[in-house]
């Protein structure tokens, strides 16, 4: 009965020493399991960062290659309308180039009067 009272507490032994080996392994995974989710979620946050700012920066990007097409267009349009005054203003020259020429015309004698261009004439100083 001795030998068998031994046997039993070198078993016993023996289990308590390999469940504190395995509760060590176990504590030692868990460890390593929960130092790789803390790097895991660093490399999470500065990759999250890294995209972040890389968004960031095409955005700005964007916004300026637009503010410059905005003011390439209000270039263009002042340019435009630059360009239709001056045509009105051509149109008005050669308008009153024209009255004053029939104008003189008229003083010389050179034009016979009806009353249509009569009215012609007075539309013509309306419009001056």
């Given amino acids: 009965m001795g030998k068998v009272e ?6 016993k032994s023996l289990r308590e ?7 060590w392994q176990l504590e030692d995974v868990k460890q390593r ?8 979620k660093l490399e999470h946050e500065q990759e999250k960062t890294h995209l972040l700012q890389q968004h960031n920066a095409e955005k700005d990007s ?4 637009h503010e410059r097409e905005i003011e390439n267009l209000e270039k263009q ?10 045509q009105i203003q051509e149109s008005k020259k050669r308008d ?12 010389h004698g050179r034009i016979i009067f009806l009353p249509a261009t009569m009215l012609v ?3 013509v100083f309306l419009f001056l």
């Fill in 6 to 11: 031994a046997d039993l507490t070198r078993s």
């Fill in 17 to 23: 020493k390999q469940s504190k080996e395995f509760l």
């Fill in 33 to 40: 399991y929960e130092q790789q989710i803390v790097e895991l």
């Fill in 62 to 65: 964007l916004v300026r290659d």
């Fill in 77 to 86: 349009l002042r340019a435009a309308n630059m360009e239709h005054e001056n």
């Fill in 96 to 107: 009153v180039q024209s009255t004053l020429a029939f104008l003189i015309d008229l003083f």
């Fill in 121 to 123: 004439i007075h539309d």
